[in-house]
Antibody
Framework: EVQLVESGGGLVQPGGSLRLSCAAS????????MSWVRQAPGKGLEWVAN????????YYVDSVKGRFTISRDNAKNSLYLQMNSLRAEDTAVYYC?????????WGQGTLVTVSS | DIVMTQSPDSLAVSLGERATIKCKSS????????????LAWYQQKPGQPPKVLIY???TRESGVPDRFSGSGSGTDFTLTISSLQAEDVAVYYC??????????FGQGTKLEIK
């Protein structure tokens, strides 16, 4: 089955760190750009970051630059998002999505809550 | 960054009637080199991830019913549902993916049954 499954979300204090993972299956992961998109509770979608097939190119939205790092392990068919210096405004469901631009396959998401 | 503005914020349409959602970008998302509009439409139902309906402004994703159509060019785009079905109740988002990131979304339009 073609799918993406996120994990790693949870409750973290402001200033803390968290690492999200996205496990891909059913398709050739190494052939696709991958992206992270987030959605704050009751709010709209916000594109966060994407990464090229070989990891050589990465892009970020300004609000997470210097704090978040996107990476991938093609041998493990996995995408990651290392989130440091977390803020309350980073509270959201984080989705991984397949694709450089628009996402044609999405995971179910993992909830990150930043609160003391 | 390109700002995407959808209208209306919410919409109530009777079953079987047409639903129209607008999306306007703060700058053109038409790339002259290939004459493609870098715009997608998504549907998101409660508790579910977004699902892409339309990309390149008017190309329907495989498996999407043909009652969904996208149109427009440059800065002004429209998603049309020709005959609303109960299962179309959702929030709809447009997204631009012009040139380099960030790839911004509209604020969303909530579609309900009248």
């Amino acid at each position: 089955e073609v799918q993406l499954v996120e994990s790693g979300g949870g409750l973290v204090q402001p200033g803390g760190s968290l690492r999200l993972s996205c496990a891909a299956s059913g398709f050739t992961f190494s052939s696709y750009w991958m992206s992270w998109v987030r959605q704050a509770p009751g709010k709209g979608l916000e594109w966060v970051a994407n990464i090229k097939q070989d990891g050589s190119e990465k892009y970020y939205v300004d609000s997470v630059k210097g704090r978040f790092t996107i990476s991938r392990d093609n041998a493990k068919n996995s995408l990651y998002l290392q989130m440091n210096s977390l803020r309350a405004e980073d509270t959201a469901v984080y989705y991984c999505a397949r694709g450089y631009s628009y996402g044609d396959l999405w995971g179910q998401g993992t909830l990150v809550t930043v609160s003391s | 960054d390109i700002v995407m503005t959808q209208s209306p914020d919410s919409l109530a349409v009777s079953l079987g009637e047409r639903a129209t959602i607008k999306c306007k970008s703060s700058q053109s998302v038409l790339y002259s080199s290939n004459n493609k509009n870098y715009l997608a439409w998504y549907q998101q139902k409660p508790g579910q991830p977004p699902k892409v309906l339309i990309y390149w402004a008017s190309t329907r994703e495989s498996g999407v019913p043909d009652r969904f159509s996208g149109s427009g060019s440059g800065t002004d785009f429209t998603l049309t549902i020709s005959s609303l079905q109960a299962e179309d109740v959702a929030v709809y988002y447009c997204q631009q993916y012009y040139r380099t990131p960030p790839y911004t979304f509209g604020q969303g339009t909530k579609l309900e049954i009248k």
